[in-house]
């Protein structure tokens, strides 16, 4: 009888023990909670609110489970020490977990893995990165370690993407919330999102995806941080553009149907774009090392400081267009130029 109730006290103790860590399971499930649940599920598990903050229109809050030394923690053993900070910013959350439990750090990562979780460089010995971006669907793991005070805290920052959108997407704008391949991928699936590298010059490339393919919605997101392929450097609508894929067949698409929400689309001509801005516009000639860039400068209805428009001509070919460092479109029609708009560049942050 003894015996028994000794077996099921190390029974009690070991699950309490690992109760208070946070798995992987239980950190995805929390991103989807509103704040006071997350937190009566925190308190369950011993943690306990040490520090606050707000940071302009974002709320951090710090959490800690330090357990007490007991005469159950083997002889020579220390408590595992661990730490949670939950960011709260305009209804979305992001959980950064901290253990200082290697093996407990690997099985989460393990347990990500199989429910989806993949990191593109993972395993390249020729790669050593700060950290290891997990991605699936709208989910990102990043995966680092981090020394504090000579201790190794083995981190996981995990968050879930709110995608704002309607069944249907409705402007060139809303595409800037797709911050990653994988969230492309996730919301047009796979069949009609492909890598590619963009080719700047000779040398200057980059890492981008291409969405809807020689379609008249094709849109290239080009990614600052070419490893996980994600962070947006720019996004290019419509236009001829160099890619490593191309083999020379594609058809250029004139039009493209995605269109800002001033009505500016790629495709349209020069009279259009005057008539939309209700004032002239600048742009750089032949001789000029942008040919067809507008000047952020040109006022009117159109704002062009956060965007780039790129116009193309159907019939400039000539010496005069090729000394011309600067245009404007009044007269460029009355000379009879058949500009029109080639390329609008996006920038994120806009």
Known sequence: MIRILLFFCLISVTAMVHSQELSADKLLDMLSLNLPKAESQLVNKKYSLYSSRLNSDSI????????????????????????????????????????????EF????????????????????????ASYVYQYQDYTAEASI???????????????????????????????????????????????????????????????????????????????EALNNRKINSILIGGQHKLKSLSGDEKFIVENKWSLKCGLRAGMPLYDLRSMNQKNISFCGGYAPNPGLVFPESTGNIDFRNKDVILGCMNCDDD???????????????????????????????
């Open 320 to 350: 005069q267009f090729q000394a011309t460092k600067l245009m404007n479109a009044d007269n460029a029609m009355k000379d009879g130029r058949m500009f029109f708009v080639l390329t609008i560049v996006l920038y994120p942050g806009l």
């Open 106 to 129: 690997g099985n989460i990562i393990k347990a990500l893995k199989k429910k989806g979780f993949h990191c593109y460089y993972e395993m390249d010995s020729t790669i050593k990165p």
């Open 60 to 103: 951090l809050r710090y959490y800690a489970y330090y357990p007490a030394k007991t005469g159950h923690t083997k002889k020579g053993a220390e408590p595992v020490s661990r730490k949670l900070l939950i960011y709260n910013f305009n209804r979305t959350f992001k959980y950064t977990y901290q253990t200082a439990s290697k093996i």
């Open 146 to 224: 981090q020394k504090q005070n000579d201790t190794a805290w083995y981190t996981i920052a995990l968050d879930k993407k709110i995608l704002q959108v309607d069944k249907e997407l409705h402007f060139a704008e809303d595409l800037l919330q797709f911050t990653s391949h994988e969230y492309l991928e996730y919301y047009f699936g796979s069949e009609n999102v492909k890598k590619d590298v963009y080719f700047f010059g000779e040398k200057d490339v980059a890492s981008c995806s291409v969405l809807l393919k020689n379609t008249d919605r094709q849109v290239i997101f080009v990614w600052s």
